[in-house]
């Protein structure tokens, strides 16, 4: 086998060193190696990019352990030392025979030859509002875990307010529980109620007439005011990721005609797979990338258990939320829906859910045909369809339109 590259080097990286081994192959067909150690601090980073210039070193292999290849990689991207990072399942060695400089050795070797194939690294912009739009969503499991201890904080108390209202944490419930934490009579705080809510007064009066302790009010005050101070963070993310997407507005604005999609969706779903189409090239490129297809394991021409791997799980998540709000709509999505869920029951634990199974069709619509054609989705409403003579017409082919399920021609 040719070499494809002559100088090539394979870092195996830790959190506080690096073991790192250049390959250079000579005129006469030798290979010289050599292999040197760095700590984790920034002047390591510096004297590593420097040694690989000093070898002219044309690329750069390590494995994506952590976080921890971060660092190592913006170091070698600012330098321009093309890297690749590599998923780790994929260059795994031999069992019994793994050491940090065998590891890096078989890094640059299969580097050599051009045997591995690196992982999608988006651009240093939206490597850093990954920072933000994770942290949202580490934000949005806080203050869903604190409305859950608000309504065990009242149900420990025999408060029954969050059995009949619809949002324990909406205008007039909040109204109510603060109430509660200023120590007012129940029939005083029923009144509260507006709107639907008011036609239950006797209702409402019964659920907060409960044991509501000192301490209950208390803790109750405490998760109330964590409430108001986790939302006010979220909506300061909210603008600062809106405002981010001016450099990829084009982008932004057509993912959100996506039914399901809504502008942080599409600011999320942006910032996970970029704003080039050419990097997955095909829509189940994407899917498979996201993990919302099976994987495939057959051998000897049986077809074994082929589970979905993990992927991405910040792309399955929103395309699994704007799946399961996008199945709520007049659109294809509604009808697939319909069709699957004869099929996968709903509330069995040994079938996915049919909105997981929606979810690669809209990812095949948003990241990559979507983008690359520049093509608007929002005609995709439900009109009638006339049906051939002597046939029913079908859930999917009521809608009027073709199902982006189907095959078709590309434009």
Known sequence: MEPIHQRVAGIDVHRMKHVVTILIGQEDGTVSSETREFGGFKRDMRALVAWLQMHRIQQVVMESTGIYWKSVFAHLEAAGIPALVVNAFHVKNVPGRKTDVGDSEWLAQLARFGLLRGSFIPPKDLRELRIVSRYRRKLTGMLAGEKNRL????????IKLGGVVADIDGVC???MVEGLIAGGKPDELAALGRGKVRATTDILEAAMDGELSARHRLVLDIAHDHLRYLEGKLAALDRYLIAAMQP?????????????????????????IGDDPHRFRSPA???????????NNESAGKRKSGKTRHGNPIVRYLLCEAANAARRTQTVFRAKYESLVIRHATRRRSSPSPTNWCAPSISSLSGVNLIATQLSITKLRASPRTPRAGSEPSRNTAIGHRSPFQNRQST
Do not use: F, N
């Open 151 to 158: 309504h065990k904080l009242l149900d420990d108390a025999g």
């Open 173 to 175: 419930a909040s109204k």
């Open 248 to 272: 990829y507005a084009w982008a932004w604005r057509l993912l959100q005609t996506i039914p399901g999609i809504d502008a942080i969706s599409a600011a999320m779903i942006l910032i996970e």
């Open 285 to 295: 490129r994407l899917a498979s990338w996201s993990a919302l297809c099976p994987g």
